[in-house]
């Protein structure tokens, strides 16, 4: 049986504006989205900003209700069945909101432990358990308006892994997190999928759904455009060789130009400090560089390399060229 | 089963410390001072004079337990409101609500802490007319006085559940509560006779919480016993009952509707 399936699921979402003349808004954030999840599987859904992924998950953990389509945990309806659901999923939202600040990171567990209905001796147990595993062990009695953004982070985890959930969603758990704490949270993520949990990771990271993900369903603009391995996504690109080129204030009119090269697959540009890095993916490899040199004409150019497709590449291609 | 019902009132009690702590440990000894024991202080002078300026007589008592009770309301209303409306601030309402834990435990064990701290706040009120206006307790039945503010600063928390569930689907909720608040000041007869106000004012505070209390309390601290009350406690604690039923089920609602509009995790 799948863990987790979801079926054409959709979700518009309506604002109303005005006083008198109340004009009515709608949003498409989920269009018509379907996968599986197998059991122990730990699944990414990527996207940039915006995509649907958080609003995915707020579905799939009873806290939305979906505007169509339907959706599955463990065999149960996440709508009809949403009581039952709950006790056997455990979820994470990324930031730093969602805890009670003003209370000590024990005092946390202890609480969300009786929501959970966690056995007072098991409570005990697990606790204690939980705080070692995510590196708390030691600062569970301050408050956690004293900690980190790494530490709350990890005190997101081990709260929702108090009632021993089957199934796991974790939204953005690393944002915001510096490059260390980032990593310890990726090998804690590593390690709870050893313990046979299903794991769904939203994440706008490429590396990070790269070295975790078995498999990765990429969502833009609400659907669902490429689900697959890391592996088999990266294939989409390997025909092609990634020219990035080193610049400075390049207008839209120019990446248009670029773009309507016949060589030219795609294109992004990414923003590195005062520079730009312009990124062409091309089936013609290094022999692409004197044509896009002379397009660039007048613009300060700096390194030019050539480079084998990533992940990312492939992500970039899937959810269009110029979003940084 | 029994499992179960234990769990839940583990929920229940565990929820309304753990919430309290969580949600209003801003409340130094410093600010709990001056939120809870002077600035009623100063609320009862301005009652106590501005009532002998108008009234043309010096009965102090009659505001005196009038704004005492008064503070078991803005304990009950504020207080009960913060405890849910405080979880969307901290962003744990969407954890809450994904939770299995039971709604009603949930939902009316915070009223607990907000119920014993308006009763701390009738006993500070009613002390400071010891103090400064010398209320009379030689003719009290303690017991009856005890029951009268347990209940009244009870129905008062029914309506602090009742505006708490709102916050489930606006921000703005503070504005609805300063309007009761201030409903309550002019319709319960804390500070003016319900007699003396209109007729339609009259039928409005007939169907509010604390408008038998004052009049129950008053009666049991002139020396009144608590069969002379009873009939008039036992509606007051219907009230507060009813109120606390109607607040559950808005809160169930409200809390479907939040999951239809996606407006769960707003603040």
């Known amino acids: ?324 | 089963m029994l499992n179960h019902l234990t769990a839940n009132i583990r929920i229940f009690f565990e929820g309304a410390y753990y919430s309290y702590r969580a949600l209003f440990r801003w409340l130094r000894p410093a600010t709990y001072l001056a939120s809870k024991v002077f600035a009623p202080l100063t609320m009862m002078i301005f009652f106590v004079y501005i009532g002998a300026y108008a009234s043309g007589s010096n009965n102090a008592s009659f505001y005196v337990i009038g704004n005492s009770l008064i503070f078991a309301a803005s304990s009950g209303i504020f207080g009960v409101t913060m405890s849910v409306g405080g979880e969307r601030w901290s962003g744990t309402l969407p954890y809450l609500f994904g939770s299995p834990a039971n709604r009603w435990a949930m939902f009316v064990g915070r009223a607990v802490m907000h119920i014993l701290d308006g009763m701390l706040g009738v006993f500070i009120g009613l002390g400071w007319g010891i103090l400064l206006f010398g209320l009379d307790f030689s003719h009290t039945d303690p017991m009856a006085l005890l029951l009268a503010i347990l209940i009244t600063t009870f129905s008062t928390s029914g309506l602090g559940l009742l505006m708490g569930c709102l916050s489930l689907i606006t921000r703005n909720v503070m504005l609805v509560n300063n309007t009761v608040y201030f409903s309550l000041l002019v319709f319960s007869g804390a500070n003016i006779p319900v007699a003396e106000l209109p007729r339609w004012m009259q039928s409005i505070s007939q169907m509010l919480p604390l408008t038998r209390g004052v009049a129950c309390t008053r009666t049991i601290i002139n020396g009144g016993s608590l069969a002379d009350v009873l009939p008039l406690l036992q509606v007051e604690f219907l009230i507060g009952v009813m109120l606390t039923i109607l607040g559950y089920f808005l809160f169930k609602v409200f809390e479907i509707q939040a999951k239809k509009k996606g407006t769960l995790d707003i603040f």
């Open chain 1, 1 to 324: 049986m799948d863990a987790i399936t979801v079926n054409h699921l959709n979700r518009v979402f309506k604002s109303t504006d005005g006083i008198i003349k109340r004009k009515v808004k709608e949003v498409v954030a989920v269009e018509d989205v379907s996968f599986e999840i197998r059991q122990g599987e730990l699944f990414g859904l990527l996207g940039p900003n915006g995509a649907g992924k958080t609003t995915s998950v707020k579905m799939l953990t009873t806290l939305l209700i979906p505007t169509g389509g339907t959706a599955t945990i463990m065999g149960l309806d996440v709508v009809k069945d949403a009581a039952k659901v709950r006790p056997r999923i455990g979820f994470i939202f990324g930031g730093e909101r969602g805890l009670y600040w003003r209370l000590s990171g024990l005092d946390n567990l202890r609480y969300f432990a009786s929501l959970y209905y966690v056995d007072e001796k098991v409570a005990k147990k697990r606790i204690p358990e939980l705080l070692e595993m995510v590196g708390l062990k030691g600062r569970e009695r301050e408050k956690v308006e004293g900690y980190s953004r790494g530490m709350r982070q990890r005190l997101h985890i081990a709260r929702a892994l108090l009632h021993d959930p089957e199934v796991l969603f974790l939204d953005e758990p690393t944002m915001g997190l510096d490059p260390v704490g980032a990593r310890e949270l990726r090998t804690t993520v590593k390690n709870m999928q050893s313990a046979n949990k299903t794991i769904l990771l939203t994440t706008h990271y490429m590396f990070e759904a790269d070295a975790l993900c078995q498999r990765i369903a990429v969502i833009n603009k609400g659907k669902i455009v490429a689900l697959d391995t890391p592996e088999k996504l990266k294939e989409n690109v390997q025909d092609l060789t990634v020219v990035e080129i080193e610049l400075y204030g390049i207008s839209q009119d120019r990446i248009a130009r670029i773009k309507a090269l016949d060589f030219v697959v795609d294109v992004s540009v990414e923003d590195r400090d005062q520079r730009q890095v312009l990124h062409v993916h091309t089936p013609k490899g290094p022999e692409a560089i004197p044509v896009l040199v002379e397009n660039l004409n007048g613009l300060r150019l700096g390194r030019i390399i050539t480079r084998e497709p990533t992940l990312e590449d492939a992500y970039v291609r899937l959810v269009g060229g110029t979003e940084n």
